[in-house]
């Protein structure tokens, strides 16, 4: 991580905010395949406005994000050659970190 932080000064910072949270967990080597996917599929998400009240009195509206669309999954899952099985797993996997995200940005909008 030394390393990492003396090429990329960006990186430093990150770093340095990561330290002060402590250890970050590693991911089991099987893991990685649904937390690549999902990071690859967050970013297709749909986004809906939201209005939220501002202490001036306005009103401003911030993009609330939805579920991964299902099509999205399934055709990622297709590109893998994912069988019956592997897929229901993989939706499932990946519907569960889809659903936790969702409650963490809910609480952080709030």
Known sequence: MEQLAAEEPDAAILLTEVAAQGEAPTLLPWCWIYWKAWWRLHHSRPRDPMPKALP????????????????????YARRLSLGPDEWALFEAVLAKMDEEYLAFWAERAE
């Not at 009103?59 to 669309?69: A, D, H, L, N, Y």
């Open 56 to 75: 001036s009195g306005g009103v401003t509206f911030i993009m609330q994000p939805r579920r991964i669309p299902w099509r999205d999954m399934d055709a």
